[in-house]
């Protein structure tokens, strides 16, 4: 459960990508919780079975409103470009490879690296990434692993 509330932090900075042109910090954390409680809730319906699959899901969009709420209301337009570029690029670096990412305006910074690559059981290539952002000197670090799909396109897969 702690690996899947990790990998909810992440998903959801990502998606916040997605907000540029929001500019208040209201905004910034609404559509935060509102992606987080999203993503959250699609991951937590991947667990369990039964009645568990409905307390994981209850709790992954919980757990996602929190932390994505908490992203959007710490990170601005320029933190998530710098981290977005960071994690682009990290696609291609080699595995061990730290790629950090720092706005000298906000003082947020945050480090990307690939931990592990390999091929899933379906033969996709698939990286292990750990991801950490340091926001307002708070630590935040969430782990996941990624699989490449046939277009190239990267999709989160725990």
């Known amino acids: 459960m702690k690996n899947l509330a990790l990998l909810m932090m992440v998903v959801s900075t990502f998606g916040l990508s997605a907000c540029e042109n929001l ?8 559509i935060g919780a509102g992606s987080g409680a999203l993503i959250g809730g ?3 319906s991947k667990v369990g079975g039964g009645s568990g699959q409905l307390w994981a899901t209850g709790a992954g969009v919980l757990l996602g409103a929190l932390v ?3 992203i959007g209301k710490s990170l601005d337009k320029a ?3 710098y981290m977005s570029q960071a994690t682009y690029d990290v696609q291609s670096a080699p595995v061990g490879e730290t790629i950090s990412w720092n706005n000298p305006e906000s003082g947020n910074s945050g480090d990307v690296v ?5 091929y899933s059981a379906s033969g996709k ?3 292990e990434y750990q991801q950490t952002i340091y926001v307002g000197g708070r630590e935040e670090s969430a782990y996941g692993t990624a ?3 046939p277009d190239g396109s990267w999709e989160i897969v725990n």
């Open 23 to 30: 500019q208040t910090k209201g905004n910034k954390q609404l």
């Open 42 to 44: 699609i991951l937590g």
């Open 68 to 70: 994505g709420s908490e």
């Open 79 to 81: 933190d998530r470009q």
């Open 114 to 118: 690939a931990t592990k690559d390999g």
């Open 125 to 127: 290539y698939c990286r």
């Open 147 to 149: 699989c490449q799909k």
